[in-house]
Each structure stands twice: as C-alpha cells, then as structure tokens.
C-alpha cells in the first residue's frame, strides 16, 4: 500500500506520521514538504506545492499513491488570496489527482466553515463560513466533494498534545496568549486519538464528510485553564475574554455532534479532561 502524506512537517501531519511508522510499518509511506527542502538521501520525501499544478502532478507521478492524506494547508496568514489559493484551489488539486488516479482521499477540513450561530453541528449541516479562513477552507470541501474522488472529509477541531506540546499551548504556556475567550465553544481533540482515526478512515469505504473531534464541549478560557493546570502553569495568568465584544468577528458556538464517528472508528475519543488525567499519570 503506497501511501502519500502532504503537509507532513505540521503539527497534525508530524503525529500522523508517526502514528503511520507505529501503527502501519508496513506501509509504503511517501512523505510531503513545502518550507522544508528533502535532503537528497530522502527517496520518499517530495517537495510539494499545493498551488502549482505541475507540482501536484510530479509528486503524484512519483509517489504513485493508493491513498492521500492530505493535511496541509495555511491557516495562519492575513492574506486571504493566500489562503484561498492555498486551500480552496490547492485541496482541487490533489482531489482531482485523486480521482483520475483511482487514489483514496482523507482530507482534513475543520469546524469554522460554520458561523457559530448554534453549534453541535452535523454532517449534513450546511456551512457559512464568516472569516476568510474559513471561506478557503468551505471551498476546499465544496471542490473535493466536486472531484470524484473516493474521499472522506474530516472536519476537525482544535488540535492538542503534549509530546510535543502544540504551538497554541506553547504560546499559552510563554504568555502569549493570556486573553482567552469564554464565549467561542469548541471541541478540543487529541492529536493523537485524530491521527489513529484518520489511519482508519483511510481504510474505510466511508464517503463523504464525517465529524472527528473531541466529546467535551469547552471554551477556549476553558480549555486554556484544563491545558495550564495539566502542564503545572500559573492558571492566574489567563484572562477571562469575550470574542463577541472584539473587533473582528468570528464564529462563537462551532461545537460538532460526532455521534456517527463514534459509531464508526475503533479509536475511542477522548474527552480533555480523560487525556489531562493520562498525562498526569505520566
């Protein structure tokens, strides 16, 4: 089984990574990089960008993939034009890619194509993106769904975990990020329970979009609190914030209803208060 994993130097595509080299060694992996060059003693290791056509085509064309985890993308950046191209045309073109080869798709999508007006969202729930980001990243699903492709699209939460710990808790932990929001809900997942179920979709013959985040439902003061106190912190550090009384507007209530994932992976997702207390065991 040849697989293709883009975005591979992420924090999502770093766990996957490793979940593939301990969960599936026997796996043909073939890995992707962006602003990282592969060294030339890296046969598996191609230099991918999204947004280039030709690009996508050469490392399809090397990689001769069975199935395609597609995780990368920008989600950081003020530009929207890149956002889009990046995500909404770059997602296009490896789904296409996909489907002219035959290939399987597990593409990574996220919880803000919504606008948060009512949260524990379903697969069948329309979204309405609000921010730029999301706008790119609604689109990428739209153009996946559009493709042909055998894909599943994972629609994800924020992404946590201690070893190592991701960018949002380090910024957290440095003080950063001191003013956290009370009024954006959310559902915190593992990278670790998203990267097993996502090596089990990839497997699967499921179709279409599917809820893969976390069970508890907690604001981002909330989840800001349970991760510092986990790390041994200073929880009096963080400040109690409203997203609702800020300038930019953003989407407050994005939780999703993953009752059909639960149904469908073995992986069992965990709560954040079940994964602080494993790693306080530690």
């Known amino acids: 089984m040849r ?31 962006f602003s990282i060059v592969p060294a030339d003693d890296m046969p598996n290791a191609h230099h991918l960008d999204v947004r280039d056509p030709d690009s996508v085509k050469h490392v399809m064309d090397r990689a001769q993939p069975d199935i395609i985890l597609h995780t990368a993308a920008l989600n950081r950046s003020d530009d929207a034009h890149d956002l889009y191209v990046t995500n909404a045309l770059g997602s296009d073109l490896v789904a296409r890619e996909a489907a002219r080869r035959g290939a399987r798709l597990v593409h990574i999508s996220t919880d803000v194509v919504f606008d948060g007006q009512r949260g524990n969202y379903r697969e069948d729930d329309a979204p309405n993106p ?41 910024s957290i932990l440095r003080g950063e990020m001191r003013r956290l929001y ?41 989840f800001g609190m349970k991760l510092m106190d986990a790390l041994g ?32 992976v073995k992986t069992k997702l965990l709560a954040v208060d079940e994964v602080t207390a494993l790693h306080k065991k530690k």
């Open 182 to 222: 009370t009024d954006e809900l959310r559902c915190p997942i593992w990278v670790q329970n998203l990267s097993d179920a996502v090596i089990e979709l990839a497997e699967m013959d499921y179709r279409g979009i599917l809820n893969v985040a976390g069970p508890q439902s907690l604001s981002r003061y909330e």
């Open 233 to 264: 912190g200073d929880t009096s550090q963080l400040i109690a914030d409203k997203s609702a009384q800020g300038a930019t507007i953003r989407p407050l209530d994005c939780t999703l209803d993953i009752s059909r994932a639960q149904r469908l």
């Open 3 to 33: 697989i293709l994993l883009t975005g591979s130097s992420g924090y999502l595509g770093t766990a996957l990574l490793n979940a593939i080299l301990t969960a599936r060694p026997d796996w043909d992996l073939h890995i992707t990089l």
């Open 130 to 170: 609000i921010t730029p980001y999301a706008v790119s990243k609604a689109d990428a699903e739209k153009n996946v769904l559009a493709s042909g492709a055998n894909a599943v699209l994972v629609r994800t939460s924020l992404l946590y975990g201690f070893r190592p710990l991701d960018p949002r808790t380090r």
